[in-house]
Each structure stands twice: as C-alpha cells, then as structure tokens.
C-alpha cells in the first residue's frame, strides 16, 4: 500500500474498492430503493436485473426452481416477476448476488465462499423473519442482513494490497484490530459503501450501530440486526471472529418489538429457509 502521507483516507479507498465490485451488489441496492419508492414496477424491475446477464440467470434458474414451483420453464424475467412476485424476485436477485459476490471469499479474515454466502443468507433470512414479526419492512430487513458483510470484503480488498498480505488474527479482537489497523470497522465500511450506493440513511444506521447499539432505541433497525446475527450463531453459521458479540437480551429484545420466544422461532424459521435456498444453489 502506499505511505501514510500519500495514501486516501481509508474510508475512500473503501468506497473506491466497492466501485470495483461486481454489478450485482449495486444491482442488487437499487432493486431495494426501487421497492421503497413505489413497491417495484415490473418494467423497472425487468430492466435493472437484465443489467447483469449472469445474475439474471439465476434468478431464472431459481424462479423455475421447485422452491418457486415452477410447473412449466420460463425464459424471461418478466415471467419470473409474474411467477414469483416483485418481493421474491428481489429476494432471489439477493441470493444470486451473495454467491456472486463472495464466490472467493475473504482470505484477509479467514473465510470461505461457502462461509460468507451461508452467514449472508442466513442473516438476511433472519432479519426478514424478525421484521415481519416485529411490523417492519421486510424487504429492507433482507437488504441490510445481505449487504452487512461488504464492508469485510472491501477492507479485505485493501489488506491484499499488502506485501506479504496481511491476514487479522484469530484470537484477537476483530473490531479493536480494525480500528488500530484503519481507524475504522467493517460496519463502518459498509456504511460508506451503502452510502455511496445512496440507501436509506436510517438502513445504514441499522447496520453502523448493530454492534454497539449507541444509536439507542432511535434506529430499530440496528437492534433487529443484532439479533439476526445471534440467530445466525445458533445456527453454528456465524462468523468465527464474531463469535460471542450478539446478544439475545431483554432491552435489545424490546427495542426490537419482539419478544425472546419470537426470536427463538426464527431461528427455526430461518433454518428451514435456508436449507431449501441452499438446494437451489446446489442444483
């Protein structure tokens, strides 16, 4: 990398290192701030998941799927938008997007493709689960349960730069070693890149303080994402450097507007969804 005095501000090089990206995470965000607009009209939707061949495939494949199912082929998005609905084409857009996005996974933290796209997932499918049972968009709590992560790839883009790369430690403190290390957390940094993609300030938010919770009981959001990742740890699918960090506790809990039992559920909930999008993905 270069020197200090030469070097951007990290959280540019961040931003720089998202443009690089895949279409497909961008894709992927513009869907969301379709949905919050007007609740996604076909043409739009059609247009923007064309965007990127490989991903429209996918979804192709996932919408003749027997998930879906899909009784006879289809070949075109816009009969997948009628098979599936605008809300489970995103959904699939999302799922296509997370195999492709960390179909290499991040060496810098130690994590497999399979690692990330599991906990990517499951996350989302978590945090949709919390939202519809707590009277929140669901479409969005899938959102930033999915894009969480980016921030790790990101700065794991910037750390291979290094000669010899350098990799975090396993039995450190992943967000104090990030801060000594950028001055900034992957949370932050998917903030950055989320707000360069121009999402919803109060998404971004939700995912900045989903640790830390300072937002207090402003942002439910982060307190919703908080507990997805603790739902996703008891599906043995967290993140290792993470572990231990979430926290089912009665003030997150209400904030949340859900109750203990209701995030216990979810983790069954989320466990059968995610066995079944799996299958898909293996076929």
């Known amino acids: 990398m270069s020197s200090p005095s030469t070097q951007p501000p990290i959280r540019e090089l961040v931003v720089r290192q998202a443009q690089h990206l895949p279409a497909a995470p961008q894709i992927f965000a513009r869907l969301t701030m379709l949905l919050e607009e007007d609740g996604g009209d076909i043409e739009q939707v059609q247009e923007l998941v064309t965007l990127d061949p490989a991903l429209a495939g996918q979804v192709l494949l996932m919408a003749n799927s027997v998930y879906y199912r899909g009784e006879s082929g289809i070949s075109s998005i816009r009969d997948a938008v009628g098979r ?101 957390t992957n949370l932050e940094a998917t903030a950055a890149i989320l707000t360069a993609w121009k999402l919803s300030p109060r998404l971004i938010d939700g995912v900045r303080h989903s640790l830390d919770l300072s937002c207090g009981p402003a942002n439910r959001e982060a307190h919703l994402l908080h507990l997805a990742n603790w739902v996703v740890e008891q599906l043995n699918l967290g993140v290792p450097l993470e572990r231990g960090l979430w926290k089912l506790t009665p003030q997150v809990c209400e904030v949340s507007g859900v109750d203990e039992a209701l995030v216990q559920s979810c983790i069954d909930e989320t466990a059968t969804e995610w066995r079944a999008l799996k299958s898909i993905m293996a076929d």
Not at 84 to 106: P, Q, W, Y
Not at 115 to 131: K, P, Q
């Open 84 to 184: 599936m609905g605008v809300m489970e084409v995103h959904r699939a857009v999302g799922i296509a997007m997370a195999a492709k996005l960390f179909s290499n996974g991040i060496p810098a933290y130690g994590m497999s493709a399979e690692t990330m796209w599991s906990n990517s997932v499951a996350g989302a499918l978590a945090m949709e689960c919390l939202a519809r049972h707590s009277g929140n968009n669901e479409h969005e709590g899938y959102t930033i349960g999915l894009l969480r992560q980016i921030g790790k790839l990101a700065l794991g883009n910037v750390l291979r730069q290094e000669s010899p790369p350098l990799r975090c430690p396993d039995d450190g403190d992943l967000y104090a070693w990030e801060r000594a290390r950028f001055d900034l």
